[in-house]
């Protein structure tokens, strides 16, 4: 069974830096046809997309974290991570870890409006900012 575990969020204030971590135990890249992302909710908003990262490395960013967000991932480790630098209040959010996420989403952008027919979730990891 594919599990995604999210860790690495907390409180900060803000201009801090966070790193989280998403480990992967059982789970690997299916094909080369699928991303695996990140993505974000806070209160009373919709789950929007902030990064996502194919087999081969190469990475995409929601346009407004370009530069702050840094996504990467150890595949001996099995583990997906998501840097991030000069964090402000709107970055707030519950932060999920996603896997299979399709090739045509990834590479359309689509991915940024999450796609009904993501394969897989983790439970999330708070990250708090103060100002």
Not at 39 to 51: D, H, I, L, W
Not at 91 to 106: F, H, K, Q, R
């Amino acid at each position: 069974q594919v599990q995604l575990v999210e860790s690495g969020g907390g409180s900060v204030q803000a201009g801090g830096s966070l790193r989280l971590s998403c480990t992967t135990p059982g789970y690997t890249y299916s094909s080369i046809s699928s991303c695996m992302g990140w993505f974000r909710q806070a209160p009373g908003k919709r789950r929007e997309g902030v990064a996502v990262i194919d087999s081969d490395g190469t990475t995409f960013y929601a346009d407004s974290l370009k530069g702050r967000f840094t996504i990467s991932q150890d595949n001996g480790d099995h583990t997906l991570y998501l840097q991030m630098v000069s964090l402000q209040p709107e970055a707030t959010a519950m932060y999920y870890c996603a896997a299979e996420i399709g090739l045509y989403d990834c590479y359309t952008g689509s991915w940024v409006t999450v796609p009904s027919d993501i394969g897989y979730w983790g439970r999330g990891t708070q990250v708090t900012v103060s100002s």
